[in-house]
């Protein structure tokens, strides 16, 4: 049986890691969850704990509707806890990693600052297939169409389970099943959810804001232009690894 950790970077609590977990367990894979305890968002592939000598913090919790499933609420990152639970430190390693639902959308090359797409991208980078799941929010910052999440999480991981893709981003719309364009492929978009913008700046200080970058100014066929336009989208992506398309040796300097 396909032994597969569902870890999130919206805490143990988020509507959107008990989903996930229960669309595993549905599937017949062996179960288990570790999150973080607190919301880590914007913890891209960072490996900070709450411990000492490598000792990591963790309290064992429940799922309702998933008495068998051993879920663990774990004070450290995604990254962190992902490259744990692979080392074996919640028996034995898994065969695929689930991280999401993250409550919000990842695309664009932001998705580097994503603790859901980080635990992904470590999970691959230690050899271990990995699904970054988000979705979508509405006008009021929250998510509406759980159903239409479940939905196309369902079909997409049926068909991740049998691909050969090492690792990939997900990203469902907000919109009502009925309403829902497909799935489709999807490039990476070259701006993310969001831009900073400096609006004042002291003696010692500036102040940054972050503002939406809506859907439509995205470049067409890219993934953030298509879910805003009613598509889910799927970006397979590259773990970390050396660019074999460009010679390090350019960089070698001549005379040390």
Do not use: C, K
């Amino acid at each position: 049986m396909t032994r597969v950790l569902v870890t999130n970077d919206d805490g143990i609590d988020a509507h959107g890691l008990h989903l996930l977990a229960h669309l595993a367990a549905t599937a017949g894979l062996e179960t288990v969850v570790a999150a973080p305890a607190d919301e880590r968002s914007g913890a891209s592939a960072s490996l900070v704990v709450h411990g000492v000598d490598g000792r990591i913090t963790h309290r064992t919790r429940s799922l309702d509707g998933l008495p068998g499933v051993p879920v663990h609420a774990v004070y450290a990152t995604p990254a962190a806890i992902v490259r744990a639970v692979l080392s074996g430190a919640l028996g034995p390693a898994p065969d695929l990693v689930l991280s999401g639902v993250n409550h919000g959308p990842n695309t664009g090359t932001a998705i580097l600052h994503s603790g859901t797409v980080g635990a992904a991208l470590t999970a691959a980078a230690l050899g271990t297939r990995a699904l970054a799941v988000s979705a979508d929010l509405g006008g009021d910052g929250a998510v509406h169409h759980w159903d239409t999440v479940e939905h196309v999480t369902t079909a997409v991981l049926d068909r991740f389970l049998t691909s050969g893709v090492p690792v990939a981003g997900l990203n469902v719309p907000d919109v009502a099943l009925s309403a829902l364009r497909g799935v489709v492929a999807a490039p990476l978009a070259p701006l993310g959810a969001v831009e900073a913008r400096v609006t004042g700046r002291g003696d010692d200080e500036v102040t940054v804001v972050e503002e939406p970058i809506p859907g439509a100014r995205q470049p067409e066929g890219t993934d953030a232009r298509m879910l805003a336009d009613g598509w889910a989208t799927l970006t397979a992506l590259v773990p970390v690894a050396a660019d074999s398309s460009v010679d390090p040796a350019d960089l070698v300097p001549a005379d040390p």
